[in-house]
């Protein structure tokens, strides 16, 4: 049911260089969310958005950015990396059920190095 | 605002041990919550989640958990322990007011010794 892909994969970075995470969802759900996942923090919401056009801030929002311009991408952008920005990060939709109670589901996530 | 506390960074059974992993939520409102379960190297799966319907919940792979509004629980309990289920669990909770993201524990990792 996941239907979300992110790239890339992996990557290392150069501590100053500006990344774009990619994150694709293939059923048109409206709700987009970007996590990060640091050891022993669990998942800590970055950035989200509720439908096209419109984004709002999560729990730790500073050195990103997001935008999204249609309902189906979600790209995260870090400006101007800093070693702290090192983590797993995850995008996930959100699929309203029975009352307008959401599910989310996770894409498999982007490993992310700044050095 | 929501928190969510799971008691034990790490947990160890034998294989065909009952497991038990503990989480406990704070929530203003009637809450949502939601186990996921996460193998090395993968995303989250979700496992079960509660939205009022049953205080019981039977999720993947013969786990269940039971809400218990009077001790603001949701463990996730599974009678016999498989070497498979080895993984780092996370409760969350959410509600359907306001922001709907998740609010997660730190996670369980969860060891089963042969």
């Known amino acids: 049911i996941a239907g979300i892909t992110q790239a890339p994969t992996s990557q290392i970075l150069a501590a100053g260089r500006r990344m774009t995470l990619r994150c694709t969802q293939d059923?048109?759900?409206?709700?987009m969310y970007w996590y990060r996942q640091d050891l022993g923090l669990g998942l800590r919401l970055i950035h989200y958005s509720n439908t096209a056009g419109t984004t709002g801030k999560g729990e730790v929002p500073d050195g990103y950015s997001v935008s999204r311009a249609n309902t189906d991408d979600f790209p995260l952008t870090l400006a101007s990396a800093v070693p702290s920005q090192t983590s797993v990060y995850f995008c996930?939709?959100?699929?309203?059920?029975?009352?307008?109670?959401?599910?989310?589901?996770f894409g498999p996530g982007t490993r992310l190095l700044v050095l | 605002a929501q928190s969510v506390t799971q008691l034990g960074s790490h947990v160890s059974v034998s294989e065909g041990a009952l497991v038990l992993l503990r989480c406990n939520y704070s929530?203003?409102?009637?809450?949502?919550l939601f186990w996921y379960v996460q193998y090395p190297n993968q995303g989250l799966q979700l496992l079960l989640k509660y939205t009022s319907a049953a205080t019981l919940v039977k999720g993947i792979n013969g786990f269940e958990a039971e809400f218990k509004k009077s001790e603001t629980s949701f463990h996730l309990t599974k009678p016999s322990a498989h070497m498979s289920d080895a993984a780092e669990y996370f409760c969350a909770v959410t509600s359907d007011t306001g922001r709907r993201a998740l609010t997660f524990g730190s996670g369980t990792r969860l060891q089963v010794q042969p």
């Open positions: 996930a939709k959100g699929l309203a059920g029975v009352g307008g109670q959401e599910t989310q589901y």
């Open positions: 929530s203003s409102v009637p809450p949502y």
């Open positions: 059923m048109r759900h409206n709700a």
